[in-house]
């Protein structure tokens, strides 16, 4: 399994960073996962082919995390893509998803792809959707909106969880929990909004997954902030823009 960093910023972060959107792939098939910018530009430079985006995940309906979505139909649509693309997400996610597609005039957009559209129940657990190459859940995590957090069971056997937006939570813990990878957000502590790099290594260690990977990216991240998430965590990195991370199943 291949995870991709598209963006790694919160909604306002460093000039080298964007908006936070991730992309995971096995065996051909990429699963995107939020698209608050240009998330085929980003997925292009990062070497991903847009013709194998095999699904997109929307985790909440901030515009941080949904505003790129008409760009990505024009830009899928633009480069020959003709089989309808699964869209799934909290309710909030796919009503403002729809809501900024339909804004624009497309009547014209001859073979535009079909959006099916699949709205995931707000429970701990919920199936997101479920293949021969993905296994796909989600469980509610701590943020002004409804907002779900990740977790992506490949064919490989490897697995990355995705905290979402979250002030710190048990929920995605239990989530996370033996994950080989643990993409999760360190904007800053704000109960009931965001998470700090110490609240997020919490949550990993208790958790007991082999990485920690901090994303949606505050600007100005200090080394004193990773330093104090790497006491409680080791193996805790930032994550870099553009990155691309091999995940394997951690040997039995």
């Known amino acids: 399994m291949n995870l991709y960093l598209l963006g790694t910023g919160a909604a306002v972060s460093d000039p080298h960073r964007t908006t936070t959107m991730l992309a995971v792939e096995e065996e051909g098939r990429v699963l995107l996962i939020d698209c608050g910018g240009d998330v085929v530009q980003r997925a292009m430079e990062a070497g991903v082919d847009p013709a194998r985006i095999h699904a997109l995940v929307l985790t909440h309906e901030h515009p941080d995390h949904v505003a790129g979505f008409p760009l990505l139909i024009e830009k899928l649509w633009l480069l020959g893509r003709t089989e309808p693309l699964p869209i799934y997400g909290t309710a909030g996610a796919i ?11 497309t009547a014209s957009w001859e073979g535009v792809p079909e959006r099916e559209w ?5 429970h ?16 509610p995590v701590e943020h002004p909106v409804p ?17 979402a937006d979250t002030s710190v939570s048990d929920a995605v813990a239990e989530l996370a929990r033996d994950c080989d990878v643990l993409v999760h957000e360190a904007t800053g502590t704000i109960p009931g909004v965001h998470s700090s790099p110490e609240e997020a290594a919490r949550t990993a260690a208790a958790a007991d997954v082999g990485r920690l990977v901090l994303v949606h990216l505050a600007p100005a991240l200090s080394p004193d902030d990773l330093e104090r998430a790497r ?13 691309v991370l091999a995940v394997a199943p951690a040997p039995v």
Not at 95 to 105: G, P, Q, S, T, W
Not at 118 to 122: E, F, K, L, M, S
């Open 95 to 105: 009503r403002v998803a729809r809501a900024l597609f339909d804004a624009f005039e």
């Open 118 to 122: 699949h709205t995931v129940a707000h």
């Open 124 to 139: 701990a657990g919920a199936t997101v959707f479920s293949d021969d190459t993905f296994d796909v859940t989600a469980t």
């Open 147 to 163: 907002t779900i957090g990740l977790r992506v069971l490949g064919a490989s056997g490897a697995t990355v969880a995705y905290s």
């Open 231 to 243: 006491r409680v965590f080791p193996a805790t990195d930032v994550g870099e823009e553009l990155g």
